[in-house]
């Protein structure tokens, strides 16, 4: 993935469940999938469901990392920032759950800039049909909303996760 200033995530209107999806993808970065806390907010937000979707959420993180460039651009759990990676990553998720299974694929593709990486885009189809369990749909940032940063704006920095 590309590497872009981080945002400030004021100015992006992240629902409940971006935020919970979000937290998941920065404790999985960091090898922290086993945080009671976010584990807890996955049992309240889909039951029994909550230990596959941390592991697909995981296995997606990982999966990208490796075949990325450069690596993933991820902030720490907790951070007021936000990477352009993590944004391309809760937009695709969206994006998948918004449309038709034949459309999906190549744009998901595109989005991620993972063409030919069947895989990839496999797992990222399957964690956003397990995140639309229960009927839940993440409201995904787009692109042409997301906040620009301010010329020479100090913010928190990311690391990046191979």
Known sequence: MQLHPPLDMDGLELDELDRAVLWAMRSVAVGRVDCPSLRRTFVDLYGPSADQILCALMVMIRLLASRSRGGLRMHMPGASA?????????????????????????????????????????????????????????????????????????????????
């Open 82 to 162: 936000v990477s352009h990676d993590e944004l391309l990553i809760l937009a695709a998720l969206s994006a998948v759950q918004a449309e038709a299974a034949e459309n999906a694929d190549a744009s998901l593709a595109q989005l991620l800039g993972l063409d030919g990486d069947a895989g990839s885009v496999a797992a990222v189809r399957y964690v956003a049909d397990l995140l639309g369990d229960r009927g839940r749909r993440l409201s995904g940032p787009e692109r042409e909303h997301w906040p620009r940063p301010a010329i020479g704006q100090a913010a928190p920095s990311a690391h990046t996760v191979h």
